[in-house]
T-cell receptor
Framework: EAGVAQSPRYKIIEKRQSVAFWCNPISGHATLYWYQQILGQGPKLLIQFQNNGVVDDSQLPKDRFSAERLKGVDSTLKIQPAKLEDSAVYLC??????????????FGNGTRLTVT | AQSVSQHNHHVILSEAASLELGCNYSYGGTVNLFWYVQYPGQHLQLLLK??????LVKGIKGFEAEFIKSKFSFNLRKPSVQWSDTAEYFCAVNGGGGFKTIFGAGTRLFVKA
């Protein structure tokens, strides 16, 4: 099966600029996740969608981050304006979610963002 | 709130040495437990998982993990590591409603040939 696709792989921007990341999950996976991984730390969940609805966005800095999954398939994560502390790898993952919440996550290669 | 603690941030071993990476979690209810691995230049991928049943689970490439409920632990083991096991290993926990998966900080393993 095709994996989770993410683009771009790398992005360098200046602080206060905006940036957008794109993710296409594995076909048939209802749940899509965006994680932020700062160097030396584990992935931190930013937002989780089930189909096109938001399940959890409690750790998303909503004053500057936004995400959407309009048709329940691919998703876009945006940062506007970016801060230096947003430098991280942004990981997209997807999972098949049925009645049980134990589906493993399938990750994309991530987007490495550097804010200067 | 759930949390995951991985005891070692960096581990260096020689080939054929035994490996044990510690993972403890805090959550009082039923949990699903995972170990993910990220090889250099590759994406995170599932190594093994525990949902229920036999607390000793086996994964790919000779890895295994043991769930000890009384200790809130899910340690990863391998009897004899290889140079190709050099990677970063993440313990993850999913518990309660909302399907939220929480990751530990990761352990970087370097195996010397």
């Amino acid at each position: 099966e095709a994996g989770v696709a993410q683009s771009p792989r790398y992005k360098i921007i200046e602080k206060r600029q905006s940036v957008a990341f794109w993710c296409n999950p594995i076909s048939g996976h209802a749940t899509l996740y965006w994680y932020q991984q700062i160097l030396g730390q584990g992935p931190k969940l930013l937002i989780q969608f089930q189909n096109n609805g938001v399940v959890d966005d409690s750790q998303l800095p909503k004053d500057r981050f936004s995400a959407e999954r309009l048709k329940g398939v691919d998703s876009t994560l945006k940062i506007q304006p970016a801060k230096l502390e947003d430098s991280a790898v942004y990981l997209c993952a997807s999972s098949w979610t049925g009645e049980r919440d134990n589906s493993p996550l399938h990750f994309g290669n991530g987007t490495r963002l550097t804010v200067t | 709130a759930q949390s995951v603690s991985q005891h070692n941030h960096h581990v260096i071993l020689s080939e054929a040495a035994s490996l044990e990476l510690g993972c403890n979690y805090s959550y009082g209810g039923t949990v699903n437990l995972f170990w993910y691995v990220q090889y250099p230049g590759q994406h995170l991928q599932l190594l093994l998982k525990y949902f229920s049943g036999d607390p000793l689970v086996k994964g790919i490439k000779g890895f295994e993990a043991e769930f000890i409920k009384s200790k809130f632990s899910f340690n990863l083991r391998k009897p004899s590591v290889q140079w190709s096991d050099t990677a970063e290993y993440f313990c993850a926990v999913n518990g309660g409603g909302g399907f939220k998966t929480i990751f530990g900080a990761g352990t970087r393993l370097f195996v010397k040939a």
